[in-house]
């Protein structure tokens, strides 16, 4: 059992480029998140999805996109990256049920230089 | 607006030694409260979660509380071994509507246990 598997682990981009992180949970749950974790700032929502088919904002959620491809999948896209969004991105997925603890994946450590 | 605060930022103690970590929250109106463990380099991993009604749930030499009045949890670490040293997270859900949820997460305290 994987669990949440998060690709790639770690990248390096220059600014104005983009690229896509990939991320699939094999636990059947209905809600997915992307997180992001930066020194002294805690973990901060990017975008979440409750279920197949929708997504929402998150606090963070300037320069980023989501897509809820099915219930499996939930990607990240950074249009056009920028140093501020260097930063470890981790996806998180739980049951439907609140309580329900949330699982998290290994993360991708992203540099933008 | 929801904070969570965990003290001390940073925990040095001997192997054997009983430990407590800290997480207090602004405001009591949680659904339930999670503790997390993160290892270097590594996502995070669910230790215990406490729903609001709870007072506190034990696993194995980890045991958590919750005070919902005082805005106050704490995770209770008995007998510490090296194996334990981590950062540890705690994070409180709110309930926004009868489907979305919010997490907000402490900065964590980052405990290394020395042989």
């Known amino acids: 059992n994987a669990g949440v598997t998060q690709t790639p682990k770690f990248q390096v981009l220059k600014t104005g480029q983009s690229m896509t992180l990939q991320c699939a949970q094999d636990m059947n749950h209905n809600s997915m998140y992307w997180y992001r974790q930066d020194p002294g700032m805690g973990l901060r929502l990017i975008y979440y999805s409750a279920s197949e088919g929708t997504t929402d904002k998150g606090e963070v959620p300037n320069g980023y996109n989501v897509s809820r491809l099915n219930k499996r999948e939930f990607s990240l896209r950074l249009e056009s990256a920028a140093p501020s969004q260097t930063s470890v991105y981790f996806c998180?997925?739980?049951?439907?049920?609140?309580?329900?603890?949330?699982?998290f994946g290994n993360g991708t450590r992203l540099t933008v230089t | 607006k929801q904070e969570v605060t965990q003290i001390p930022a940073a925990l040095s103690v001997p192997e054997g030694e009983n430990l407590v970590l800290n997480c207090s929250f602004t405001d009591s109106a949680i659904y339930n409260l999670q503790w997390f463990r993160q290892d270097p380099g590594k996502g995070l991993t669910s230790l215990l979660l406490i729903q609001s009604s709870q007072r506190e749930q034990t696993s194995g030499r980890l045991n958590a509380s919750l005070d919902k009045s005082s805005g106050r949890s704490t995770l209770y670490i008995a007998a510490s071994q090296p194996g334990d040293s981590a950062t540890y997270l705690c994070?409180?859900?709110?309930?926004?509507?009868?489907?979305?949820?919010?997490?907000?997460f402490g900065t964590g305290t980052r405990l290394q246990v020395f042989p």
């Open positions: 998180a997925s739980t049951r439907k049920s609140f309580n329900s603890p949330l699982h």
């Open positions: 994070a409180v859900r709110l309930k926004l509507s009868y489907n979305t949820d919010k997490l907000i």
